[in-house]
């Protein structure tokens, strides 16, 4: 064996059966699915698994294994990619599958479908990804029935310098109708007015996750009796720390 068929059939070690297992993209993660497979075939094992990419969903799939999508499960119980990107792959994967686990069932979300495909699609661009997840988190803000108003100022109707938002009402405030009440706004990064990424700071990411990490708690986990997910917790850690570059 080479080195990624060892760690490949060194991650099965660690699965347990009835678990639910995450699959990364690449090589070592295709070895590993082969792998599962074959496990799973001898042991007569009951394990589930989802993907971090349409890639690895067809190699699941090729090889007889029962795929689930993001929208059925809580959590992830083990996850298995390349040593760099497991950690930030399982948080991603952990945040969407905990806001999804609250999304009203047999509610239409092929508009969530799709940018969650996308999403894990570009999980090792990164440049890319954490735009395609604060999309996705406004878009699941908006979809649960509590979207923000984004498109023009709540004091004197402008659509220029939106720079602020209202945490009461949701809604944009321009940097003359905020004027002196600065302190009690949530700031309002220009990209999440795109819908193509063009230029953004690493601040005006962390800005953006702030922003829909309030709402979410305000609007959507507060009617659940929820929490904020740890592993959206530690995702924010992931893209604050100083080894996260654009």
């Given at each position: 064996m080479n080195d990624k068929e060892l760690v490949a059939h060194e991650a099965l070690?660690?699965?347990?059966?009835?678990?639910?297992?995450?699959?990364?993209?690449?090589?070592?993660?295709?070895?590993?699915?082969?792998a599962l497979a074959q496990k799973i075939q001898k042991e007569s094992l009951t394990i589930k698994v989802v993907a971090s990419s349409t890639v690895s969903q067809i190699k699941a799939l090729e090889c007889g294994l029962d795929y689930i999508s993001l929208d059925q499960i809580e959590t992830i119980d083990t996850y298995v990619d390349g040593a760099d990107e497991v950690t930030k792959n399982l948080e991603v994967l952990n945040s969407i599958c905990s806001l999804m686990d609250i999304f009203p069932e047999r509610e239409e979300c092929i508009d969530l479908y799709n940018i969650i495909e996308k999403l894990l699609d570009n999980l090792n661009n990164t440049r890319l990804w954490p735009f395609l997840y604060i999309k996705f988190e406004l878009l699941f803000i908006e979809r649960m029935g509590y979207g923000l108003d984004?498109?023009?100022?709540?004091?004197?109707?402008?659509?220029?310098?939106?720079?602020?938002?209202?945490?009461?009402?949701?809604?944009?405030?321009?940097?003359?109708?905020?004027?002196?009440?600065?302190?009690?706004?949530?700031?309002?990064?220009?990209?999440?007015?795109?819908?193509?990424?063009?230029?953004?700071?690493?601040?005006?990411?962390?800005?953006?996750?702030?922003?829909?990490?309030?709402?979410?708690?305000?609007?959507?986990?507060?009617?659940?009796?929820?929490?904020?997910?740890?592993?959206?917790?530690?995702?924010?850690d992931y893209l604050s720390d100083d080894s996260f570059i654009i």
């Amino acid at each position: 064996m080479n080195d990624k068929e060892l760690v490949a059939h060194e991650a099965l070690k660690y699965l347990k059966n009835n678990s639910i297992v995450g699959l990364g993209t690449g090589s070592t993660a295709n070895l590993f699915i082969e792998a599962l497979a074959q496990k799973i075939q001898k042991e007569s094992l009951t394990i589930k698994v989802v993907a971090s990419s349409t890639v690895s969903q067809i190699k699941a799939l090729e090889c007889g294994l029962d795929y689930i999508s993001l929208d059925q499960i809580e959590t992830i119980d083990t996850y298995v990619d390349g040593a760099d990107e497991v950690t930030k792959n399982l948080e991603v994967l952990n945040s969407i599958c905990s806001l999804m686990d609250i999304f009203p069932e047999r509610e239409e979300c092929i508009d969530l479908y799709n940018i969650i495909e996308k999403l894990l699609d570009n999980l090792n661009n990164t440049r890319l990804w954490p735009f395609l997840y604060i999309k996705f988190e406004l878009l699941f803000i908006e979809r649960m029935g509590y979207g923000l108003d984004l498109s023009s100022c709540a004091v004197n109707g402008s659509t220029d310098n939106l720079n602020w938002v209202s945490p009461k009402t949701g809604r944009a405030v321009s940097a003359l109708g905020a004027k002196g009440w600065e302190d009690r706004l949530l700031k309002l990064p220009e990209f999440l007015g795109q819908n193509e990424i063009k230029s953004v700071s690493k601040a005006d990411l962390l800005d953006s996750l702030k922003l829909t990490e309030f709402f979410l708690i305000k609007r959507v986990y507060s009617q659940y009796a929820k929490n904020l997910s740890s592993s959206r917790k530690r995702m924010f850690d992931y893209l604050s720390d100083d080894s996260f570059i654009i």
